[in-house]
């Protein structure tokens, strides 16, 4: 495409702005094709192509126009998409760069932007008031979710979710420097170039594309002899050729943190026709900043009259950088209505570009003779002293009626576009997140950062510094005070436009006994009626007007809107603003994407994946896993044709009847050590461990302070002084923490040195009455008689030529083993017992046979039996406390009176009376199951299973006083039917033992 | 994010490094099993847990594993200083309070209007 012949907008002002004619782009907007210059943004491709209606508003549906050319606009909110996947809602056009092939599309509007059949409630806006939805929708309540909420959040609201997966990815990077400067303006630029002499490491960024900010529309300064511009390009560019600072552009400081960390979102491809794919769509960067230099600048503020939204009406600023930026006209007949001295010189900046000013309306009296003479020579009318009290035109505004302040002499102007401006609001978002306080400055009436919490330091306008002679000048001391460095010479600068005066709250026409609408926020629809009504209603709090009439609470943060909101409410309130207080500061400052913040954190990258040294066997026998913490457990290995119960039935019954394989390496294991391991574990656990022999293993309970069950695990005595402990398989973090915890801090002169093992150790279960036999032949060096090896005890040897630490012991009731090899060897060491085993019916089992197979023996497992609120006692292993002994952690807790009372819930078990009825874990118990509702509770399913070797139904459960209730009848009621169960010893299977000790 | 001086490993570092671990100071009785209810109360439920400056334990979990004690104002989240564990309670200075402490009420701006009410009411 050649730039000559395309049209990229009939108010394009040739020979104004800074893009290039010769690069065009193409887009479209609600379907309709339009050309652009590269580096517009949407809005002003719009503009140039006379498009000042983008939206509807949120509740009435009124017409709404682009108002600003910043990241404050409230208005101009526009679904973006790249293609179906990549549509993005809410988008600011003031913000986002042009790209060929953009989709635009206009929101909250139904049929079309220009008719939108919500509007009606434009004409019924009496009937809604603040708070309207609060008081009309109150009852029934089921009418607010089936009925209410979604018709209102239908009608009410901003654009649609996507719906296809993102297939963006984005990154996260740290970054750590001596000062990061925020914001590329005058003053940013000025501190960044200071502090980056000195040779430290420097961060600049900015939120826009191009650095430089009001430098950029200003069409007068001359800097060192230099054009705004022309000086901001010399600056940035000698930045970016020093190795010490890094120039971010496109990147917005949302958030501050304590210690000096802030948080950036850098925008690496939203602005490009065809990203490369390697690219991330934005960059998520931490920063920790020895010094933070705020160079934030201010955001113009609109003026509160009576229908002051009509499209077309906007602020003075914006159509500033409009036209000096890229080269737009905002209108052909625009008037200026301010009580601000920035203005004026848009006017004349407009005037000399051709544009026809019909009136100067300014607020004060009182104005600047330069200015007024300014004005004078390029032939503007200026209205001093007067207001403007309304506006014309549906679509766009069409003209405006003019009054005196002090007078009633109206007159009609006819305008094509009004221009506002209520003087300047110092950024100070950043400081308040920081924790700053701020200060009412009655001269720029605005609150100024005044007590420092974090390191940091606002220049320039954000500091209520409005003269860019002195903001250069602070700039360059705080960077040199930052850096320890000297500020070198800060530059001639001479035109610098004035930024005084201004008006905060509502003017003539929109006051308390006005029926006008004169909005404060555009983006949530609130008028100044709105904000005198909560304080009539009785809402004295700023926080709480804020909330009743959702004044500043959209998308844009208040940013216009805040300070307005409180000066009526102050008014209503009759007290000075300083006194009514200003509304929290909240990161982020303009919404972040959800993808910038989860950054690489999703699939596989959510979480780290915890697999055994088994895992690709288990995958290759088809097991069914389950997520047990971050492990990947093999839950069940179906056989073709084979449901979960089937193959869990046939992995219990084969374990029993011959014998089992399970991978056990996910248990916790942690290494004891050294001449006081063994008060040591007598101070840990419950039991007593003095007369535990070497080789020998126990079932050990840990409690916390307070007597309650926070682990069990099986202890093996591999030496006088060393201990192999294991923990339950979520529990081992915590128990090591806890271990550390008494050893470092309550008993530092202990000699216990405690590692952590669990990933060291493949633990390789074989259980059942074959278990001895299939080992036998590949173990070497330990004689696996009973009388040798009986039950709970320890050997080392090898096993298939690899160190064990074999230990026989069993969670299934049968006679088992788990033999413990080093980790590297645990799959080869598994098919070999397979490959020995299989042929006497060895069958993997998975976590849910484990689970039938533990319950059937009545063995617990802590988090699902136990809850927190149970002792070893309720849990029927109060036998592991050791009576004699004098101090354990829980020895006091245990005594407590509530623990040692007659008549707590205790651990029994459950047998349905129907014995094919599976109990659903969780279910509640009761007495008495034809009370009336509420009915007492008395306790709960624990466990539950279908036992298939019993033939029946099994299950645990917390019940009152269950110890003494032994074949009781309790019920459990269910939604479609009461299920009778008896209580019983939850040991249902070899109540003896024999088959374990065999 | 905090920067917390790890008293072992001798280096500021990221809080993503470290765990709380609640208030420090709290020793446990040598005669646990002696211990009356009251006394029990005390040692395991009762804690200071006030606004302004604590003394706490925090754990270099992710680092070398120590346990050590932090004074750390829980309105500012300055850190005053940080200290081996089981070293004696510091004396704090005045100094080192007030360069804690948070900013003065300069205006009752950022507050709710409510603190100006209540302060005119009592």
Known sequence: M??????????????????????????????????????????????????????????????????????????????????????????????????DGMKASSQNRFPTLEFDVGAVNDFMGRFFPAGFYYKTFMWPTQAWLKLYEP???????????????????????????????????????????????????????DENAEMGGSLLSDSRVSIDGKSGPEWAEVVVSELHAMDNVTVLPRTTAFGYYNHNMVTLVERVTEHMNNPDPELPRERMWQVRAGKVILATGAIERHIVFPDNDRPGIMMASAAGTYLNQFGVGVGSNVAV?????????????????????????????????????????????????????????????????????????????????LL??????????????????????????SFLPDVYTEDCVSVGCCNGTFDMKEAIAEAAD????????????????????????????????????????????FQNDVTAKDIRLAVREGFQSIEHVKRYTTNGMASDQGKMSNMHGLAIAAEMLDKPIPEVGLTTFRSPYTPVTFGALVE?????????????????????????????????????????????????????????????????????????VGPDAVKFMNMMYTNPWDKLGVGRLRYGIMCREDGFIYDDGVVARLAEDRFHVTTTTGGAPRVLNMMEDYLQTEFPEWKVWLTSTSEQWAVIAVQGPKAREIIEPLVEGIDLSTDNQPHMSVAHGKICGVTTRLMRMSFTGETGYEINVPADYGQQVWEAIYAQGEPMGLTPYGTEAMHVMRAEKGYIIVGQDTDG?????????????????????????????????????????????????????????????????????????????????????????????????????IHIPMPDEIIKAEICSPVFYDPDGAKVNG | ??????????????????????????????????????????????????????????????????????????????????????????????????????PAKSTPANEAVWTVDKEKAQ
């Open chain 1, 2 to 99: 050649t730039g000559a012949s395309v049209n990229t907008g009939n108010n394009r002002i040739a020979g104004k702005g800074r893009l290039s004619p010769a690069k065009t782009v193409t887009f479209t907007f609600d379907g309709k094709s339009y050309n652009a210059l590269e580096g517009d943004t949407l809005a002003s491709a719009l503009l140039a192509n006379g498009i000042h209606l983008t939206g509807r508003s949120f509740k009435y549906h009124r017409p709404r126009g682009i108002l600003g050319a910043g990241p404050e606009e409230p208005n101009a909110l526009i679904d973006i998409s790249r293609d179906s996947a990549r549509r993005q809602p809410n988008v600011r056009a003031t913000c986002q760069e042009v790209f």
């Open chain 1, 151 to 205: 018709v209102i959040r239908r009608a009410a609201g901003l654009g649609d979710s996507p719906t296809e997966a993102d297939p963006d990815h984005y990154a996260n990077r740290f970054a750590h420097c001596e000062v990061l400067v925020i914001g590329a303006g005058a003053a940013g630029l000025m501190a960044a170039k200071t502090a980056a002499q000195s040779g430290k490491r420097v961060v600049l960024v």
């Open chain 1, 337 to 417: 209505y301010t009580s601000s001295d920035s203005a004026w010189q848009v006017a004349f900046d407009l005037t000399e570009a051709g544009v026809n000013v019909p009136a100067i309306v300014d607020l004060r009296d009182d104005i600047d003779e330069k200015l007024i003479a300014e004005a004078g020579k390029l032939g503007i009318r200026v209205l001093k002293g007067h207001c403007v009290v309304g506006t014309k035109g549906r679509l766009r505004v069409k003209s405006i009626e003019v009054e005196p302040v002090n007078g009633v002499s109206k007159e009609t102007i006819a305008v094509d576009c």
């Open chain 1, 420 to 445: 506002m401006s209520g003087g300047w609001t110092p950024s100070i978002h950043l400081f308040s997140q920081s924790r700053g306080r701020v200060k009412f400055d009655d001269a720029t009436g």
């Open chain 1, 478 to 521: 705080a960077a040199a005070s930052a850096v320890g460095g000297d500020k070198g010479a800060v530059p001639e600068i001479s035109n610098a436009s004035s930024m005084q005066g201004y008006k905060i709250g509502s003017t003539k026409g929109a006051g308390p006994d006005d029926f006008t609408k004169a909005f404060v926020d």
């Open chain 1, 600 to 672: 690489h954190n999703k699939g596989e990258l959510f979480d780290v994946t915890r697999r055994t040294p088994m895992h690709s066997w288990h995958e290759d026998k088809g097991a069914v896993f389950e997520d047990v913490g971050n492990w990947k457990r093999a839950w069940y290995y179906p056989k073709p044709g084979e449901d979960m119960h089937a193959a869990v039935n046939r992995e219990c019954k084969a374990t029993r009847e011959s014998a089992g394989i399970f991978d056990a390496s996910t248990l916790g294991k942690i290494e004891v």
């Open chain 1, 869 to 969: 609120t149970v002792t070893p006692h309720d849990a029927n292993v109060g036998w592991a406390i050791g009576k004699k002994k004098t101090d354990f952690v829980g020895i006091k807790g245990l005594k407590r009176p509530d623990l040692v009372a007659e008549g707590r819930r205790q651990l029994v078990g459950l047998k349905t009376i129907d014995p094919k009825v599976v109990l659903e874990e969780g279910a509640q118990i009761v007495d008495d199951p034809n009370h009336p509702i509420p009915m007492p509770m008395i306790g709960f399913v624990t466990s539950s299973y279908w036992s298939e070797c019993l033939g029946h139904s099994i299950a645990m459960a917390i019940i009152e006083n269950g110890h003494n209730r032994m074949g009781e009848t």
């Open chain 2, 1 to 102: 994010m905090l920067l917390i001086y790890c008293p072992y490993c001798e280096e500021y570092l990221p809080e993503i490094e470290f765990h709380c671990e609640g208030e420090a100071h709290i020793e446990r009785p040598a005669n646990m099993a002696e211990l009356s209810d009251e006394e029990f109360e005390k040692f395991f439920f009762i804690r200071e847990n006030q606004k302004g400056i604590v003394f706490e334990r925090w754990r270099h979990i992710h680092g070398c594993g120590r346990f050590f004690n932090v004074v750390r104002h829980s309105v500012s989240d300055k850190i005053i200083m940080t200290y081996k564990a089981g070293e004696p309670r510091p004396e704090l200075t005045d100094e080192q309070i007030a360069a804690a402490l948070p």
